[in-house]
């Protein structure tokens, strides 16, 4: 049990918490020490309880006088609480301390002791009242005549300012190496701050404090300064600078994987397409923080990592994943080059080898050189998957290990508009340079597979290609009644994905093949039609929408025309 409750009897809570609260109101008054700004931030919780407690006595007994014979100590305890900064500057504490002493203000005093007290009660409101209190509170305020001066707000300013000044001697003395370390000052400023989290006028100390680097290996801001921050912030009562925010996160763990999941959440959510993903990843501040603070995009993508492994086959993670990896990588363009760390910092569980070729954009290097681009790629993960096999003999690669393998998928998965690339090519490839590009295709939706897997599927992908290369293949209509029954058999295959190969490979004959719009659009949509994949073309159709766009596509552009009228008629259909 703690302190209070061991004081608490049936005879009346409230007459056996009054010494103790006056013992603690005698003790934060004499004292201003960060053990002191510790105990008030400590114990306000309590105290509201006590003014509730206090506030239901007072309208229970019928007189001013008759409560001070049951509370004699009330008024000491009011008086005293209601000239501590610390307790008065939490909106809460001082709402309830106005609360107290309206009740115990007598419209009709019938004795010297209401006639004293009342006189006490208005000079007290006159300090506890802002402008920022409820119209009901000012009203009765200038109904009892109390001016409604701004007394509070300006002893909150002057301790915002001393807090400052402290935190500003404590980084010069941090400057100074002869001097003693500051790490109880910065401390003892966060603690001082719990209680003034949600004031206005705090907010330059609170961003001061979170951006101050600890002087040493002990030092930092003080935990339950950082969780009150989390809470006030998370129930948006607390509106933070960009800049906060982000050093927020670089405090506080926990609150860094809240914004994390919460943002994955809502962005993969049921329903979700690659557009809604782009738009929730692009207003989020997360890719900016990740790029201007290594630390933070590493606990990030060791998220991200995680989160992949349960949902290796789930075409919106992968979508959210590109997204996210693409508005990161634009915000470190942004940055100066000296102000951010290298790639290799950033990923340093990656294949180097495949770092800079993934990253690269498509849009950074000319068309005609794509196709020798990926063709290293693809030799580059065929040649890591073959040696670590080799290592591991007979044993299974696992996805949920640390492997190379998965290192190089994980980063193909972020970059995967290589893939796309892939796919738009192997519509122009001939039979004999295919085979790298399909690999590539296969290895993306399937990396778990061993070699002789990864073979027989490749073998089907093949197959697919070859149906599709007929079918679109100019001058080879009109199409007899049987000639889809071979592909729609490989849509409807198992391991589900093979059917998402071929279906990335139809669409994309669909948009980049040479047949006229009209002759596209008709096999694709009695394709669909009969094999019941028509959500998840319209997916891919999204997602190449947007690669177009950032490979400089215009609106106007015959293949983007192509995208988007398929993607019209898909979804009428």
Known sequence: MTELQLQRTAEGPNVQEMPFWLEKATLWDQSDSSHTRKDISLNLRSLRD?????????????????????????????????????????????????????????????NAV?????????????????????????????????????????????????????????????????????????????????????????????GTLLQQPAPCIRGGLSENFIDALHSAYSRCDLPLEEEVVISLWCHSLPFLEEAVLSLLDSATAAGSTPDKIKEQVTKSLLPKACAQHCSI???????????????????????????????????????????????????????????????TMPSEMPRESWKNHLMWVSSTLQRLTEE??????????????????????????????????????????????????????????????????????????KAAWDQLYSIFSVGAHPLPADRLQPLLS????????????????????????????????????????????REEAAHFLSSLRLQLNDQGCSANDSVSLRVEDLHSKIKQM
């Open 114 to 206: 209401e006639r004293k007290a009342n006189e006490w009660i208005r000079k007290v409101l006159c300090r506890l009242t802002t402008e920022e209190d409820d119209g009901a509170t000012l009203a009765m305020m200038k109904h009892l005549g109390v001016p409604t001066r701004e007394y509070y707000v300006k002893v909150l300013n002057k301790m915002v300012t001393m807090i400052q000044e402290s935190i500003w001697k404590s980084r010069c003395s941090h400057s100074n190496r002869n001097q003693k370390c500051s790490c109880g000052s910065i401390q003892a400023a966060s603690e001082a701050f719990m209680s003034l989290i949600t004031c206005a006028e705090a907010s330059p100390v609170i």
């Open 50 to 110: 006590f003014f509730h407690q206090v506030l239901t006595e007072i309208n229970n007994v019928s007189s001013t006088t008759e409560t001070m014979k049951r509370l004699p100590l009330l008024g000491q305890v009011l008086g005293r609480l209601c000239w501590n900064p610390y307790v008065t500057a939490d909106g809460a504490s001082r709402g309830l301390l106005l609360q107290c002493l309206l009740a115990l203000y007598s419209e009709h005093p019938s």
């Open 297 to 359: 995009f590493l606990v990030v993508n060791d998220i991200f990592r995680t989160v992949l492994k349960r949902a290796e086959r789930n075409e919106c993670v992968k979508d959210f994943l590109q997204t996210f990896t693409k508005c990161f990588l634009r915000e470190l363009t942004l940055l100066q080059p000296q102000t951010s760390a290298s790639l290799k910092a950033f990923f340093p569980q990656s294949p180097s080898s495949l770092l800079l070729y993934l990253l």
């Open 490 to 533: 490989l849509l409807s295959s198992r391991p589900q994905q093979l059917s998402l190969i071929t279906l990335h490979l139809l669409v994309s004959f669909a948009v980049f093949g040479q047949l006229p719009l009209s002759t596209s659009t008709e096999i694709t949509l009695k394709v669909l039609d009969q094999s019941g994949l």
């Open 388 to 461: 670590e096999e080799e290592e591991e003999g007979s044993d299974a690669i696992n996805i949920r290990g640390h492997s190379r393998v998965f290192e190089a998928w994980f980063l193909l998965a972020q970059c995967a508009h290589w893939v796309q690339v892939a796919v738009q090519l192997l519509v122009t490839s001939g039979p004999e340079d295919c085979g790298s590009l399909l690999w590539l295709l296969t290895f993306y939706h399937r990396p778990t597979n061993r070699w002789h897997h990864r073979a027989a599927q490749l073998v089907q992908a």
